[in-house]
């Protein structure tokens, strides 16, 4: 079957509605991450001030299907218990991952995975599926063509390391998507151009020619980063760097201790590290800051809500984002964060963010302590140099601010290929953002 020839299939044109037939609610299936779907849901349908500091897709998604009166099937891969709820016009079923398994054995175990899920989703009969978890596996859905389901993948994460060594196993999960999925496909969403580039390695460069890649970027409300002053200049002993995101060894925090260990080494007292976040290695991180003696340079406040991270942050001159060459990041949404805060960034390209935010950025080599530590020197040392890349904030701010680049207003455009949706009255009001303009 070629491309031309699945694309009817999808059935992504319907007729346009005669006048004054009542049509059917559209139905949207979302595969999702890790989140807490119902404890959003409470958040986003009571208009409550968001706990969590960023853009949360979640919320869109919610937001999405309150904009076109649409029934949604989401599930959701939060660790611990299988459970199934319905609030209003949402039924949330969080599924698991596998977990607690490596090599072969862990791949395997997305078969029967997919074999629970599948089937509640063709039950379900969305007019679409939304997928973002678990990419590699996506090529378990190609049965729902079968049934008439389209799929909508939007990449979070760039399909293998940039830099980092490439697995046997990353290259035939990949051969499979390409084969069973994506060739078939006629638009993506993606977070980044690494993302898009990588899909076009992968299928190359005339198949993917029929695809229409639709980019998102991480959108937030104005409200978030109003109350965080600008940086100071002079005085500012110590230097304040922060790092916020998930305390894992890919994201570079011991590579974070080892720059404060020779920041303190070389100047002692001038340089302070917070470090801000949850994880895997949150507690074994702490002990080595106690083993290396570097309680009064590094703090490790743990999980920050979004007043005590705005709070930190109007105490911080810059933001590093030390991620290793071995982690698959899509864009890396703190170095958009640190641009609205206004604090220059220093970070590798391993972020995809860095082809966005690089006019604001001390750009290091990938794993390279030793220019993280000659970058963070620079911005202290050099007052024009900081003034430049803190000055270079304001202009980069636009495309993250903007509700027209945010993933749900993306969602709904490629959703428009598939079904028949209704107009939403305020443009805006699929922007999700702390406080909502109408009720759900």
């Not at 991180?285 to 003696?293: E, F, Q, V």
Request: glycine letters at 4%.
């Amino acid at each position: 079957m070629d491309h031309h020839e699945t694309q009817v299939n999808f059935n992504p044109s319907r007729e346009e509605p005669e006048a004054n037939v009542p049509q059917k609610n559209i139905r949207i299936a979302y595969l999702s991450g890790p989140c807490d779907a119902p404890a959003v849901y409470a958040e986003w349908s009571e208009r409550r001030q968001q706990d969590y500091f960023g853009s949360n897709y979640m919320k869109q998604f919610l937001q999405l299907c309150d904009d076109l009166d649409a029934n949604s099937y989401v599930i959701t891969t939060l660790p611990g218990e299988f459970n199934q709820c319905q609030r209003g016009r949402f039924i949330f079923d969080n599924h698991p991952t596998p977990s607690g398994l490596k090599g072969v054995g862990y791949h395997v175990a997305f078969l029967p995975w997919f074999a629970r899920i599948i089937p509640r989703i063709i039950r379900f009969r969305p007019d679409a599926l939304i997928v973002t978890e678990s990419q590699s596996y996506w090529f378990f859905l190609f049965c729902l063509r079968w049934f008439g389901i389209p799929i909508i993948p939007s990449f979070h994460c760039v399909l293998w390391p940039k830099y980092g060594h490439r697995k046997w196993s990353s290259r035939v999960l990949w051969q499979l998507n390409r084969l069973l999925i994506l060739k078939y496909l006629k638009a993506i969403v993606v977070t980044s151009n690494d993302i898009t580039r990588q899909v076009i390695e992968l299928l190359g460069a005339k198949q993917s020619s029929h695809i229409d890649f639709v980019r998102h970027f991480p959108t937030y409300s104005i409200s978030q980063f109003g109350s965080i002053p600008l940086p100071t200049f002079v005085p500012r002993h110590p230097f304040r760097v922060i790092f916020a995101g998930r305390i894992e060894t890919q994201k570079g925090v011991y590579d974070l201790l080892e720059i404060a260990r020779r920041l303190d080494v070389e100047r002692k007292g001038s340089f302070h590290f917070d470090i801000c976040g949850d994880g895997g290695e949150l507690d074994h991180l702490r002990k080595r800051i106690i083993d290396l003696k570097l309680e009064e340079v590094v703090s490790c406040h743990g999980h920050c809500n979004a007043q005590k991270l705005s709070l930190l942050l109007g105490a911080s001159h810059a933001w590093v984002v030390p991620t290793k060459s071995d982690f698959e990041a899509g864009f890396e949404m703190v170095c958009a964060e640190a641009i609205l805060a206004n604090r220059p960034l220093i970070t590798s390209a391993v972020c995809p963010a860095l082809e966005d935010v690089r006019e604001a950025t001390v750009e290091v080599q990938p794993d390279n302590v030793d220019q993280y530590y000659q970058g963070i020197l620079k911005l202290n040392d050099d007052i024009d140099f900081y003034s430049c890349k803190q000055t270079a904030c304001i202009a980069l701010q636009k495309p993250f601010y903007n509700p027209k680049n945010s993933w749900g207003t993306k969602i709904k455009e490629v959703l428009a290929r598939y079904v028949v949706i209704p107009a939403v009255p305020n443009q805006n009001a699929m922007y999700a953002s702390s406080k909502h303009e109408r009720a759900p």
